[in-house]
């Protein structure tokens, strides 16, 4: 039943008019649209440029790390750019990337003309650019950019912070106003204007999990925002939140930032999730395993994903209660996670598979991502924590759910969807290759981080001792590779973006959903007159 | 001729492939030297084993599809799409493996909270970027620097075995009893990591924490600091030494008996030249991390010290900034961290180095009673 289920009538008469009204010509169709495509493609270009800005900044860290002593930059650049490095990929490139697949995909998922509060949508696009104008423009100020790691612990970011935090206060608060204003529009649009006959449980994944994803943003953006104006506070206006000379309390700065960053690893996650239970029954021609038992997944993980927070500090000195309550719940978190992956591995089961890019890239999806999840109930061992804490195991670990996470769940959707987008079929030799080359580039450079995590090397130095240098010296040759592929990903977009085969509304034999029954490209407007879903 | 050629190569090899004598690839955790520690990698251990175990029968179901049911293979899609049974024992199944993992968890942890009963107190300060060791029932504490020198950071000399592992006064704890640690911070927060101790505890200002730990086995065990904070994290080794009791009590007396030379020194009466050669050693431990060794520091967050206004002028101002500190900077306070003879040395090189010769020199005595009038 579900999703499965569905399709829709009266397809012709909606496409009919369509030709009435296009795109405004010239830079003002970009600067004013509110049209949900448009926005959609710029938040995904914005999310590439971000990537590759992101990713040039990992290649300074890896060839630094690439031998033992300081070679190419100094231990202060260096903390830049590991914090750069994180913000921007956070901030600049996940999350604006499922917002445009967001843009694009809701509405042709549920059946709508567009997103509810178009002009908002424009505005919460144009706040991106603004904010990360900011965020960038650190690394030329005096003092430098911000060098306290994207985490921002204080008071190495009040008290002993380089001038421009201010600035990266600023630009922070305007990415929450950004997200919150797109998480705002998500659940408007998911609530208000489903095609008629698409009840809660006939949505498709991707438009729950994005329904869940747009309730976390809106929970927690608040208290990041809450967080780092209390930073503002501390620096300017001489208040002492988090200094303990002034009464203040350093550990309610983790406190309130994990408040906000446990469930904020879920927001670059669980849109994903969606993706990714689409795309799995497409290629294996056979309907999503476990359909309503996925649903409540994703609910239980968003839910457990408030009161886990504390499993980043477990060597701050929480006492003993808290400590095993923290425990406790974040090894809850395996189960539900544990049930999609499951899910996941039915569908495939006496399937009829195939491999094209966006399935390699699922598949690749979830067994790396379950890698991830295991190191992840690893950490959630108090104890073992105290071993594997602030080491490359976690620089490992969290690596592993965000690049073939998060990353990996992108590229299978861009894959999936570009022949709805341009209306061409991309060159799939050369995805193919992007593929390979990514998953072997990404699995050389992290996977040996485990090794060296174990071995004791701490995160976030830009120097180590000599029993490091060989996993090192590998991990960066993998992150060269993966790095240089993704210019790969770009040739392959922007080749498919000027010709190539002509898709048809339905490039993929096993896709199921409303967006398959428009034609490829989509049409500037698509569903003038609603469909009816039964 | 031979003899510098040998050591050239011997410099060349060493600067470009540093790693290839050190040759490690460890792959797991070491079990490490103490109960907790060993607790941990069994922890650690079987939980592996147990994702291991899960991941070989997932992913051996999903390879088994991959290879099996491939269109190209002419496989027909199945149309079951879902299975009561199954979906409840997938979610019981894991559940019930949590909780064998929780028990075995929560012993450790219990364990690893008592610090009750120790024999020895160690204060550990973490300062940017050093630690500084109390030892709180015997009356004497010092500083723990890095002693990697600039040359090998800088790739100008091979590097050493201890590489960055290594300091200028380690912590010394006897073998076989149980040492209290009291953790905090002088600025920001640091963590201070012995893995084979299995000990690691955030050292945060304004706040205290503690942990124990019991070493049998005596020898030299190394770790880092593991919190970022600041420019030298990645120089601010742990270093610690386990030594029979014997060796221990030796140890702690002399300590006890230098401490007390250091108090005399005060009131000796020094000479420029003397103050300026002390002067320059202790600046290079304390002052060079910031305002470099030429004491040019790096504008804005380090200031440079040649020729600028509080070295060459107001000496009154210099002795406030060091001994005090400046607040909401990273300047810290010295006047606890260097003794008066040190305070009083750094400022005089301060005052005459780099081609500041102001020719004016202030003594440990003048020192001392400044901050006995604060």
């Known amino acids: ?534 | 001729m031979r003899v510098h050629a040998q050591r050239a190569g011997a410099l060349l090899g060493g600067l470009m492939f540093p790693a290839w004598s050190m040759a490690d690839w460890t792959l797991n955790m070491t079990p490490g030297v103490t109960g907790t520690s060993n607790d941990i990698f069994s922890l650690h251990m079987t939980i592996l084993w147990i994702c291991v175990a899960i991941g070989v029968v997932v992913f051996g179901v999903m390879f088994w599809s991959i290879f099996a049911h491939r269109k190209s293979q002419g496989a027909k899609p199945a149309n079951f799409h879902e299975n009561t049974m199954v979906e409840i024992l997938w979610t019981i199944i894991p559940f019930a493996i949590l909780v064998v993992m929780a028990i075995p968890a929560t012993a450790t942890l219990v364990d690893m909270y008592d610090t009750s009963e120790s024999e020895v107190d160690i204060k550990v300060t973490g300062y940017q970027w050093k630690w500084q060791y109390e030892y709180i029932n015997e009356d004497f504490g010092y500083f723990s620097n890095l002693s990697t020198p600039r040359e090998q950071i800088d790739n100008r000399q091979a590097k050493g075995e201890n590489y960055l592992l290594e300091v200028d006064n380690p912590l010394v704890i006897p073998v076989g009893k149980k040492v209290r640690f009291l953790l905090t911070a002088n600025d920001v927060i640091h963590s201070w990591w012995v893995p084979d101790f299995g000990v690691k505890k955030d050292a945060i200002p304004g706040f205290i924490n503690e942990t124990w730990t019991r070493v049998d086995k005596p020898g030299t065990y190394r770790g880092q600091c593991t919190e970022l904070c600041g420019k030298d994290h990645g120089f601010m080794p742990v270093v610690v030494e386990a030594v029979p009791e014997e060796e221990y009590n030796a140890w702690v007396a002399e300590k006890k008996e230098a401490a007390e030379r250091e108090r005399q020194l005060t009131e000796k009466d020094w000479t420029m030249a003397e103050l300026m050669e002390r002067g320059e050693k202790a600046y290079q431990t304390a002052c060079a991390a910031c305002h470099q060794p030429n004491g040019q520091g790096a504008p804005p967050a380090f200031p440079s010290l040649v020729g600028t206004q509080v070295v060459t002028e107001d000496m009154a101002a210099h002795i406030d900034i060091v001994v005090n500190g400046v607040s909401g900077s990273a300047m810290q306070a010295f006047g606890n961290q260097l003794s008066e003879v040190d305070l009083a040395a750094v400022i005089t090189y301060e005052r005459n180095a780099w081609g500041n010769n102001t020719g004016e020199m202030v003594t440990p005595k003048e020192i001392f009673d400044y901050k006995n009038q604060q």
């Open chain 1, 1 to 534: 039943m579900a999703v499965t289920g569905v399709f829709m009538s009266a397809v012709a008469d909606t496409h009919a008019q369509d030709h009435h009204h296009g795109p405004a010509k010239g830079l003002s169709r970009w600067l004013l649209t509110t049209n949900h495509k448009d926005i959609g493609s710029m938040y995904l270009i914005f999310s590439f440029t971000m990537f590759l800005l992101g990713g040039a900044m990992a290649m300074v860290i890896r060839a630094e790390l690439f031998q033992p002593g300081l070679q190419i930059v100094q231990p202060e650049f260096f903390n830049q750019m590991t914090t750069m490095h994180g913000l921007i990929m956070v901030f600049g490139a996940v999350m604006p990337a499922f917002v445009g697949l967001a843009n694009w995909m809701l509405p042709l998922m549920i059946g709508a003309p567009d997103m509810a509060l178009p002009r908002m949508n424009n505005w919460s696009f144009w706040l991106l650019p603004c904010a990360f104008l900011i965020l960038v423009s650190t690394l030329f100020m005096e003092g430098g950019a911000p060098n306290f790691g994207w985490t921002f612990y204080a008071p190495l970011s009040t008290t002993y912070g380089p001038p421009s935090t201010t600035f990266f206060i600023f630009a922070v608060h305007i990415m929450g106003v950004s997200s919150i204003m797109g998480a705002i529009n998500v659940i408007a649009t998911i609530l208000n204007m489903r095609a008629p006959g698409m009840t809660l449980m006939k949505m498709p994944l991707f438009v729950w999990t994005w329904l869940i994803t747009a309730f976390l943003l809106i929970a927690v953006m608040p208290v990041l925002a809450g967080v780092v104006t209390m930073m503002l506070m501390d620096i300017n206006f001489g208040t002492s939140f988090f200094d303990a000379s002034g009464g203040g309390d350093p550990v309610l700065f983790q406190h309130v930032f994990w408040f906000f960053g446990h469930p904020e690893v879920y927001i670059m996650i669980l849109p994903a999730f969606g993706a990714v239970s689409h795309i799995i029954p497409a290629f294996s021609r056979k309907p999503l395993f476990g359909y309503a038992s996925m649903v409540y997944a994703v609910g239980a993980i968003a839910l457990l994903s408030f009161v886990v927070w504390a499993h980043h500090m477990f060597t701050v000195g929480i006492p003993i209660v808290g400590q095993l309550f923290f425990m406790y719940a974040t090894m809850l978190i395996a189960v539900p996670t544990g049930v999609k992956v499951f899910n996941w591995v039915a569908t495939m089961f006496r399937g009829s598979l195939t491999f094209e890019a966006p399935m390699l890239f699922a598949v690749a999806f979830v067994i790396l991502f379950t890698i991830g999840g295991f190191s992840g109930l690893m950490l959630a061992i108090a104890p073992a924590d105290f071993q594997y804490h602030d080491t490359y195991f976690v620089v490992a670990h969290f690596h592993y759910v965000l690049v073939p996470g998060a990353i990996f769940g992108i590229f299978a959707s861009a894959y999936f969807w570009l022949p709805k987008w341009t209306g061409h079929m991309y060159d799939e030799t050369l995805a193919k290759t992007h593929f390979w080359l990514s998953f072997i580039g990404m699995n050389l450079a992290f996977f040996p981080m485990h090794f060296l995590g174990l071995a004791g090397m701490p995160r976030r130095i830009p120097d180590y001792a000599l029993q490091f240098a060989d996993f090192n010296m590998v991990s960066s040759i993998g992150a060269f590779m993966f790095g240089a592929t993704q210019l790969l990903f770009l040739l392959i977009v922007v080749k498919c973006v000027k010709g190539g085969k002509e898709a048809p509304a339905k490039p993929w034999d096993g896709a199921e959903g409303l967006e398959w029954t428009v034609p490829s490209p989509a049409p500037y407007h698509t569903f003038a007159t609603p469909p009816e879903v039964k």
